[in-house]
């Protein structure tokens, strides 16, 4: 990142290789369709170029990079959703019924069952809870790239674990 | 939204997170052994830590 600051641009395919795929997978992860992640993902390190004099200096970029991410998630969230909404009425009633063997329906019914509930949380609650619990990220890791306070981070993430017990509770979920 | 409610479900929480000393985590322990509401926070939050990692482990 320093490398990036002092203005190598060819730092910025080796951070890419080292958390390119991680970034990507935390913009689906957080509602982003998979071809707006790539787009979004190419975005985030072009956004590092400019903004890599602001980096902290911690030892690994990858909450800097999840909180750029995040930030550019929520844009284009903001553009496709009219359009992104209609269409998924569409897709919904063209959807092919698919026979799975048992366990990998319950599988696929269980995490069905996580994804709708994940979905039903604002985007603030859900982007916390997937830094923490999904990337691994501390308390303090999140709200610094969030540019929030810690305390914030965790009152987010306790409303995110309540409120996705309480719909996989009353959906049944298994 | 409502759930069994205990004064202590902060605390589990927070012990969840690693933010709670030696001290505060024994105390917490033996709550849990008697508290059925908290050790069922404490089971939930277990549960939604192992589907966001079996969810990442297959990004949909």
């Known amino acids: 990142m320093r490398a990036i600051a002092a203005g190598d641009v060819g730092a910025v395919g080796a951070l890419y290789d080292r958390h390119g795929a991680a970034v990507r997978a935390f913009l689906i992860r957080g509602g982003t369709s998979p071809d707006d992640a790539s787009d979004v993902t190419q975005d985030v390190f072009l956004t590092v170029l400019k903004v890599a004099v602001r980096y902290d200096g911690r030892p690994s970029a990858r909450p800097f990079l999840l909180g750029i991410a995040a930030r550019h998630a929520r844009r284009v969230r903001e553009r496709v959703r009219r359009w992104s909404r209609a269409l998924t009425l569409y897709l919904a009633g063209g959807r092919p019924e698919t026979e799975l063997p048992d366990a990998r329906r319950l599988r696929a019914d269980r995490d069905a069952a996580f994804e709708g509930a994940l979905a039903k949380l604002s985007e603030r609650k859900r982007t916390v809870f997937l830094m923490v619990e999904r990337e691994g990220l501390s308390g303090e890791e999140a709200a610094s790239a969030l540019g929030i306070p810690v305390n914030t981070v965790w009152t987010r993430l306790h409303s995110a674990r309540a409120e996705l017990t309480v719909t996989l509770r009353k959906r049944g979920a298994p | ?60």
């Open chain 2, 1 to 60: 939204m409502k759930r069994a409610a205990c004064p202590m479900e902060a605390l589990v929480e927070a012990s969840f997170d690693g933010r709670v000393d030696e001290r505060d985590a024994r105390a917490l322990a033996r709550h849990l052994e008697a508290c059925a509401a908290c050790a069922a926070w404490r089971a939930s939050l277990v549960d939604l830590r192992a589907r966001a990692a079996v969810s990442a482990d297959e990004p949909p």
